[in-house]
């Protein structure tokens, strides 16, 4: 598959573009700073861009089969709206150019919960702009799945479990390559098509 790829320089872009080449799709990589992915592989293209321009990303997504976005903010405590623009921009061009599968990360904090109160509290001003981003992607009218998970880790594994409109049962971490693999499985996959995914270790 051609895979478009939105924040690929990001801890967890990394991974699915290197996941995404080891199983043998072809990767798009839009990113901000080309010269920070050092990847030459073939099947990777690197397109400067700005992930909040409609027409930048519709230029480059052409004759992809899917969108992944693993934006995130540099500063969860600073205000900004980085993650609804883009996912506004992201919509849009698919939606011009005929893409129609987004998979996207989002938090689980989202969740109902104490914990997840505390943190939603902490980082109010990320977690109110990944809210509105998730809004304006589930009413895209693109075939999107949202994938919720924990703290993020830099462990080596894969595996996860996954929970449909929850998070699973005593998932505090998940690695971010566990995260790369259930984004691309679902891809792969054709799973959980309109639906907010918990995710964890």
Known sequence: M???VIGATGRTGREIV???LARGHHVTAFVRSPESIASKNEPLTV???NAMDENELFN???????????LGPHEVFKPSSMLHDS?????RAMNRS???RLVVLSAAAHFPGIPNRIASFIMRNHMRDSLAMEEIVQGSGLDWTIARPPRLTQEEYTTYRSRE???PKMGFTLARKAVAAFMLDAIEQEKHFHKIVGIAK
């Open 165 to 167: 409109g929850a998070a």
């Open 47 to 49: 397109i400067k861009g």
């Open 60 to 70: 480059a997504m052409q004759n992809h089969d899917a969108v992944l976005s693993t």
């Open 2 to 4: 051609k895979l478009f």
């Open 18 to 20: 290197q996941q995404a």
């Open 87 to 91: 996912a506004l921009a992201t919509t």
């Open 98 to 100: 005929g893409a129609k």
